[in-house]
């Protein structure tokens, strides 16, 4: 089953281009121990999913993307797609981009009132046509951001769209959270109004904070000026750690090549209701590639690092609070040494041995909230190929307390510019009006108390 893929804004297109290259670099990657047959065979899964042939050619014409740019200013969009057409692979297909002159000056009253509406006719129709193409479509990934204007107005106002063209479709959301200061001045009313939006029309938002990005290329990935390319780059390799093709495994089975994690299976797994839609992406390990190459991995500590990042909501393996302990009809989240109290998780194995590592410690009930049974709150995929030059890998996708702290900072500090209303102004010339604003916080404030509650 294929995925449609929209990159919305200047984050947006970038964090798409670097998805689409390492997803075909890790199909093509000659797994050893495994079979050329059992390679082929992935190969064409990762092809079905993210890419077509355009041509009849097909021996000497590169794959396509199966995506839709959307951006207010070419260049970003211009150098995403030089940048695919240099590798030889794979490219962007020359009709499925919108763009204008000018951008929506991070102001996000400004791309989902103005560009938005001008947009949706052009970028329904491509997207129509990348849905027709699919045999089978699983679903829609939007990648943008929240701080600027253009990935979070457009980006909001597109995704209400894609839900009523496509009310049967799952739609999820991709975020790049900003960093806490120093990127817009504006971008907690950005953040505020994007998210309440999203949450009405997405099946899930998947949640990256640019601070927690940024500690993890400093600190493990060892860079010491880090770019926006940098931090993409960990994007990108987490997304792709649960979005490459994997399968349902039991403890007993046999390696198998059969892999079924859709969009949609992993989304109904995750969000079983409707007021719970934040998910958070944790991996384990991800390190620079000098370092690799002086380090063995084991599936009891890489599961067990994980599970403590889990709990204890760490963002990365080093500074895990060992502390925090799991503990049975815990209060309010973050209460003393309190644990991260999830709905559900996935987890993603891939590499040696996979079929022999035990994975009984993520099925504790007191990990999970009561009203979800057990054995629905947990699901386990497996791929024995290695991931991304990592013999064994591990990722958690989770719907849990995790994003709570940030959504509630991030709602505080947009509540106290708007009671004196700075900035205001700008919103309302684009033809918001401060019930919006209203609605807005509500709406969050109780997406904050029902997490809180779990």
């Not at 947009?119 to 089978?136: H, L, N, P, S």
């Not at 640019?210 to 931090?231: G, V």
């Not at 892999?259 to 949609?264: D, Q």
């Amino acid at each position: 089953m294929s995925i449609v893929t929209l990159q919305v804004g200047q984050c947006g297109n970038q964090i798409g281009g670097q998805l689409f290259s390492t997803i075909l670099e890790d199909a093509h990657a000659r797994a050893p121990n495994i079979s050329k047959s059992d390679n082929a065979a992935y190969a064409n899964e990762v092809q079905e999913r993210f890419f077509y042939q355009h041509d009849s050619d097909k021996d000497h014409t590169p794959l396509s993307a199966r995506a839709v740019m959307v951006d207010m200013e070419p260049k970003v969009i211009a150098q995403t797609m030089q940048d695919a057409k240099k590798t030889g692979k794979w490219r962007y297909p020359k009709d499925r981009q919108f763009c204008q002159k000018r951008g929506s000056g991070n102001n996000w009253a400004h791309g989902y009132c103005k560009h938005g509406p001008k947009a949706q006719e052009a970028v329904m129709d491509m997207v129509q046509k990348e849905a027709e193409r699919c045999d089978r479509l699983s679903g829609f990934l939007t990648f943008m951001s929240l701080a600027g204007g253009t990935g979070s107005g457009v980006g909001a106002y597109i995704t209400e769209c894609l839900r009523d063209s496509f009310p049967h479709s799952f739609i999820l959301n991709q975020v790049v959270w900003p960093y806490g200061t120093g990127e817009v001045i504006v971008q907690n009313y950005n953040a505020v109004l994007t998210l309440s939006h999203l949450y009405q029309s997405s099946d899930a938002l998947l949640i990256l904070e640019n601070d927690q990005l940024h500690r993890i290329c400093a600190q493990l990935m060892n860079i010491k000026n880090i770019s926006f390319r940098d931090i993409n780059r960990v994007i990108v390799h987490k997304l792709a750690s649960v979005l490459l093709p994997a399968k349902p495994q039991w403890p007993g089975d046999s390696p198998s090549y059969l892999c079924t994690n859709h969009l949609g299976e992993m989304l109904a797994s995750l969000v079983p209701h409707p007021e719970y839609k934040l998910l958070s992406l944790k991996n384990i390990p991800q390190m620079s590639e000098k370092s690799l190459a002086y380090s063995t991995f084991t599936w009891p500590g890489l599961l067990k690092h994980l599970r403590q990042m889990l709990i204890a909501d760490a963002a990365m393996e080093e500074g895990i609070n060992w502390q925090v302990r799991v503990r049975s009809g815990q209060g309010t989240r973050h209460h003393g040494n309190s644990h991260n109290k999830s709905i559900a998780n996935v987890l993603v194995l891939r590499g040696q041995d996979v079929n022999q590592a035990d994975t009984s410690a993520f099925r504790e009930p007191d990990l999970y909230t009561s009203w979800l049974p057990t054995d629905a709150a947990c699901s386990f995929w497996f791929q024995p190929r290695p991931f991304n030059l990592y013999e064994k890998s591990a990722s958690l996708l989770s719907n849990s307390q995790s994003p709570l702290v940030p959504l509630n900072t991030m709602v505080g500090k947009a509540w106290n510019m708007f009671a004196s209303r700075a900035y205001v102004h700008q919103y309302l010339r684009y033809g918001l009006n401060e019930e919006d604003f209203v609605d807005s916080f509500a709406g969050l404030e109780q997406i904050v108390a029902s997490y809180t509650e779990l």
